[in-house]
């Protein structure tokens, strides 16, 4: 049987480190229907939200443990109102959260970029910025299934812990992939081409080698280490100093 093999990896940016401050990105991700189905969500805290790390964090654990329900249950992806639901429970959560602490949602504010697919049946919800890139069976070429959305002024985006409501992208797809990366905006100069608004091919094409080996569905622990290493890099850090995330995926 076909199934996802994927590592991993969340690192505190160099301005957070030079600052002291906490890294602000988290993701969660697994596998569900015995290694056929992969998730993946990943979450930036605003630069300018003083909790912005546990805002990622909320987002990231209530909609896995909202997935892992769904899909162990339920016939079938999550529809629209799904979505909605969950991102309801991470914005109530945030709310009680901020409450406890004399804070307001907004000091929790942070992205959200989420993926399912079964490689045949994709769906992607995102808000903010950070995206999500595929490669197609046929071609094998990258594209980005969503963009990342920036906000009115320079370097600024859109948050789940937005008033009165969150701009939440949904997209659906039905053409076959075999490769999945998705990742914060710490990865995005290095992965998006901003003249073809779409995949760098080199950097996808390169990153993904590790993974074209493996065998068996799920982690690989060794490559999310290395991949931890990658992102803790020069090669990295010289070109961002904000926080990184990525998550990589095969289907075999």
């Not at 654990?61 to 309801?88: S, Y």
């Not at 914005?91 to 004399?102: E, F, K, L, S």
């Not at 002024?153 to 969150?166: G, I, K, L, Q, W």
């Not at 590790?210 to 090669?235: F, Q």
Request: hydrophobic share 45%.
């Amino acid at each position: 049987m076909s199934g996802w093999r994927w590592a991993g990896a969340s690192r505190r940016g160099v301005s957070h480190a030079k600052a002291g401050t906490r890294r602000q990105d988290a993701y969660s991700s697994f596998l569900a229907d015995g290694g056929a189905t992969l998730v993946t969500i990943v979450s930036d805290g605003a630069g300018s939200a003083s909790h912005g790390g546990e805002g990622a964090s909320l987002i990231c654990r209530t909609m896995a443990t909202a997935l892992r329900g769904h899909l162990g249950t339920a016939q079938g992806f999550p529809d629209v109102d799904d979505l909605w639901i969950w991102v309801d429970e991470a914005r109530d959560r945030i709310a009680v959260a901020a409450n406890v602490r004399g804070l307001a949602p907004r000091d929790f504010a942070a992205t959200m970029v989420l993926i399912v697919t079964s490689g045949v049946e994709t769906l992607v919800a995102h808000v903010g910025d950070g995206s999500v890139v595929a490669r197609h069976v046929d071609g094998g070429d990258w594209s980005a299934l969503s963009w990342p959305a920036q906000g009115e002024y320079a370097s600024t985006t859109f948050f789940v812990t937005d008033d009165p409501a969150p701009r939440m992208r949904v997209i659906r797809s039905h053409l076959p992939i075999d490769a999945v990366a998705v990742f914060t905006d710490g990865i995005e100069r290095l992965a998006l081409d901003y003249t073809s608004l779409d995949a760098h091919q080199p950097f996808f094409r390169g990153i993904i080698a590790p993974l074209e080996a493996v065998g068996t569905p799920g982690i690989d622990r060794d490559l999310s280490m290395k991949l931890k290493a990658y992102l803790d890099g020069p090669a990295i850090c010289e070109r961002t100093d904000d926080d990184k995330t990525l998550v990589l995926a095969i289907r075999r």
